[in-house]
C-alpha cells in the first residue's frame, strides 16, 4: 500500500475541487494513483468532468509571430506578473518567438540556436536573464505551424505588448480561396479555440488512450444508476457525443453565432468561395496550463514586513 502524504491529497484537491477526506479516501482506494483517485472522484461526481480541471495560472507571457503562412508560439514563464510586464523580458519573449519560426517546436534545437546578437544559445540567454532580471524563468513550451496553400491566422489574447500575452492560437485553413476571407474566418475560429480550448480537430485526432479513459469513466458512472447493460451503453454513447462536442473543435459550437456546427461553418465558407476549405490544424497556448501557482501566504507576508 502506497503511502498517502498530505502532498498527495492536496495535488489530488487542486486536480479536482474535491473535499479533502474525498481525497484521502480516492488516493487509499487506488494505491495512491494520482490520475485513477481523479477517475475515481468522477466516477463518484465529486470532482468536475472536464478535461481543464486543476490547471492553475503561472506568470509569464505567450510569444507569437507569423510570417506569411507559418507561425510560432512560445511560453515562458516566470514567478511574477511584475516581470511579465518588463521590457527585458518582453523582447525575450519575443526574440525566442521568431527563433522557434525559424526553427521549428522542438524543444532542444530551439534552446541549443543562436540567440541574435549575443554570441549565446537560447538556453544560456535564458540564465543570463534569470541573473541580470533576479528572477526565476523558464522555456516551457513552443509550437509551430504551416499551411501550403491558404492562410494561417492567429490570435492573442490578453495581449500586453505586440505579439504577447496570455492565450495564443494559431489556426491553418487549406484553401485556394479567396486569402482576405479566409483571413477574417481564420481570425474567428482562432478566438473560439481560444474561448472553448478544444483538445483536437476531429474525433479521429483524439488520443484514443484518453478517449478510452473517458469512455471507462462515464461507463462506470452510467453503472452506478443499476440500469440494465444495453441501456447502459446506450447511455454512454450519448455522453461521449457530449464528450465529442465540448473537446473536438469541428463538433463545437461556434462561439460567434452561438448556433452553428464548426463543421457546418466550414461547409458554409466553402460554398460562399466556390472552393474547399478545410482545417489543417491549430495550436493553442494557454500561459500556465497545468503549472502549479506558487502558494503565498498573504498574512505572513504582511507580518514579516511589518516585523512580526
Given at each position: 500500500?502506497?503511502?498517502?502524504?498530505?502532498?498527495?491529497?492536496?495535488?489530488?484537491?487542486?486536480?479536482?475541487?474535491?473535499?479533502?477526506?474525498?481525497?484521502?479516501?480516492?488516493?487509499?482506494?487506488?494505491?495512491?494513483?494520482?490520475?485513477?483517485?481523479?477517475?475515481?472522484?468522477?466516477?463518484?461526481?465529486?470532482?468536475?468532468a472536464?478535461?481543464?480541471?486543476?490547471?492553475?495560472?503561472?506568470?509569464?507571457?505567450?510569444g507569437?509571430?507569423?510570417?506569411?503562412?507559418?507561425?510560432?508560439?512560445?511560453?515562458?514563464?516566470?514567478?511574477?506578473?511584475?516581470?511579465?510586464?518588463?521590457?527585458?523580458?518582453?523582447?525575450?519573449?519575443?526574440?525566442?518567438?521568431?527563433?522557434v519560426?525559424?526553427?521549428?517546436?522542438?524543444?532542444?534545437?530551439?534552446?541549443?540556436?543562436?540567440?541574435?546578437?549575443?554570441?549565446?544559445?537560447?538556453?544560456?540567454?535564458?540564465?543570463h536573464?534569470?541573473?541580470?532580471?533576479?528572477?526565476?524563468?523558464?522555456?516551457?513550451r513552443?509550437?509551430?505551424?504551416?499551411?501550403?496553400?491558404?492562410?494561417?491566422?492567429?490570435?492573442?489574447?490578453?495581449?500586453?505588448?505586440?505579439?504577447?500575452?496570455?492565450?495564443?492560437?494559431?489556426?491553418?485553413?487549406?484553401?485556394?480561396?479567396?486569402?482576405?476571407?479566409?483571413?477574417?474566418?481564420?481570425?474567428?475560429?482562432?478566438?473560439?479555440?481560444?474561448?472553448?480550448?478544444?483538445?483536437?480537430?476531429?474525433?479521429?485526432?483524439?488520443?484514443?488512450?484518453?478517449?478510452?479513459?473517458?469512455r471507462?469513466?462515464?461507463?462506470?458512472?452510467?453503472?452506478?444508476?443499476?440500469?440494465?447493460?444495453?441501456?447502459?451503453?446506450?447511455?454512454?454513447?450519448?455522453?461521449?457525443?457530449?464528450?465529442?462536442?465540448?473537446?473536438?473543435?469541428?463538433d463545437?459550437?461556434?462561439?460567434?453565432?452561438?448556433?452553428?456546427?464548426?463543421?457546418?461553418?466550414?461547409?458554409?465558407?466553402?460554398?460562399?468561395?466556390?472552393?474547399?476549405?478545410?482545417?489543417?490544424?491549430?495550436?493553442?497556448?494557454?500561459?500556465?496550463?497545468?503549472?502549479?501557482?506558487?502558494?503565498?501566504?498573504?498574512?505572513?507576508?504582511?507580518?514579516?514586513?511589518?516585523?512580526?
Amino acid at each position: 500500500m502506497a503511502e498517502i502524504t498530505a502532498a498527495l491529497v492536496k495535488e489530488l484537491r487542486e486536480k479536482t475541487g474535491a473535499g479533502m477526506m474525498d481525497c484521502k479516501k480516492a488516493l487509499s482506494e487506488n494505491d495512491g494513483d494520482l490520475d485513477a483517485s481523479v477517475d475515481w472522484l468522477r466516477t463518484k461526481g465529486l470532482a468536475a468532468a472536464a478535461k481543464k480541471a486543476g490547471r492553475a495560472a503561472s506568470e509569464g507571457l505567450i510569444g507569437l509571430m507569423v510570417d506569411g503562412n507559418k507561425g510560432a508560439m512560445v511560453e515562458v514563464n516566470a514567478e511574477t506578473d511584475f516581470v511579465a510586464r518588463n521590457e527585458i523580458f518582453q523582447d525575450l519573449v519575443g526574440t525566442i518567438a521568431g527563433v522557434v519560426l525559424s526553427t521549428g517546436g522542438d524543444m532542444d534545437a530551439i534552446k541549443a540556436a543562436d540567440y541574435p546578437e549575443t554570441g549565446r544559445s537560447v538556453d544560456e540567454e535564458i540564465t543570463h536573464q534569470i541573473a541580470t532580471i533576479g528572477e526565476n524563468m523558464m522555456l516551457r513550451r513552443a509550437e509551430s505551424l504551416s499551411v501550403e496553400t491558404g492562410v494561417l491566422a492567429s490570435y492573442l489574447h490578453g495581449a500586453l505588448a505586440d505579439g504577447l500575452g496570455k492565450i495564443g492560437v494559431l489556426v491553418a485553413l487549406q484553401s485556394e480561396g479567396d486569402a482576405e476571407k479566409l483571413g477574417e474566418l481564420g481570425k474567428q475560429l482562432a478566438m473560439h479555440i481560444a474561448a472553448t480550448k478544444p483538445l483536437a480537430v476531429s474525433r479521429d485526432d483524439l488520443d484514443p488512450a484518453e478517449l478510452e479513459r473517458e469512455r471507462a469513466v462515464l461507463s462506470e458512472q452510467a453503472r452506478e444508476s443499476g440500469k440494465p447493460e444495453e441501456i447502459i451503453e446506450k447511455m454512454v454513447e450519448g455522453r461521449l457525443r457530449k464528450f465529442y462536442e465540448e473537446v473536438c473543435l469541428v463538433d463545437q459550437t461556434f462561439v460567434i453565432d452561438g448556433e452553428t456546427r464548426i463543421s457546418a461553418v466550414l461547409e458554409n465558407a466553402s460554398k460562399e468561395l466556390g472552393t474547399p476549405v478545410s482545417l489543417a490544424g491549430f495550436k493553442l497556448l494557454v500561459l500556465g496550463e497545468g503549472v502549479e501557482k506558487k502558494e503565498e501566504d498573504f498574512a505572513a507576508e504582511v507580518a514579516a514586513a511589518a516585523g512580526g
